[in-house]
């Protein structure tokens, strides 16, 4: 984990407003708002590097509610789109939905098929590793 937020935090693109990394009362929030709980290591994701900007695909944010990736706007579009209420979106990629299940895996929801893929990761870290840093 450490490797990753540190590889994560090189790669970091400057950018005209930077964003913010939220404090443990806004996931309370957006918890709140979405109904559901956050896993454990998606709250320390986005706790420690969601305010990383880097490549082409851009991870869920909760601190500003106009961004076009905050959670909660992102969650409402993934679950209209047909992904199940237990999935919590991690990242938008055109059709498909990174997300998060309750025990933390991520997977990918592919929007074509309306239903989850067989590709799988142990945790939104090894995501992040594989797919975000490789973008």
Same mark, same amino acid.
């Given at each position: 984990?450490? %490797?990753?937020?540190?590889?994560?935090?090189?790669? =970091? %693109?400057?950018v005209?407003?930077?964003? !913010?990394?939220?404090? %443990?009362?806004?996931?309370?929030?957006?918890?709140?708002?979405? +109904?559901? =709980?956050?896993? +454990?290591?998606?709250? !320390? +994701?986005?706790?420690?590097?969601? $305010?990383? @900007?880097?490549?082409?695909?851009?991870?869920?944010? @909760?601190?500003?509610?106009?961004?076009?990736?905050?959670?909660?706007?992102?969650?409402?579009?993934?679950? $209209?789109?047909?992904?199940?209420?237990?999935?919590?979106?991690?990242?938008? $990629?055109? $059709?498909?939905?990174?997300?998060?299940?309750?025990?933390?895996? @991520?997977?990918?929801?592919e929007g074509?098929?309306?239903?989850?893929?067989?590709?799988?990761? !142990?945790?939104?870290?090894?995501?992040?590793?594989?797919?975000?840093?490789?973008?």
């Amino acid at each position: 984990m450490e %490797e990753v937020i540190e590889q994560l935090r090189e790669a =970091n %693109e400057p950018v005209p407003v930077p964003l !913010e990394l939220p404090d %443990e009362d806004q996931l309370v929030e957006i918890e709140e708002q979405l +109904f559901i =709980n956050i896993p +454990f290591v998606f709250k !320390e +994701f986005l706790l420690t590097v969601s $305010d990383v @900007v880097y490549g082409t695909l851009e991870p869920v944010t @909760v601190t500003d509610p106009q961004s076009h990736t905050y959670l909660p706007d992102v969650a409402a579009n993934a679950w $209209d789109a047909g992904v199940s209420r237990e999935l919590i979106p991690l990242c938008q $990629d055109g $059709d498909n939905y990174y997300c998060v299940e309750e025990d933390g895996t @991520v997977v990918l929801w592919e929007g074509d098929a309306e239903e989850v893929g067989e590709e799988s990761w !142990e945790s939104v870290w090894h995501w992040a590793r594989d797919v975000w840093l490789e973008s």
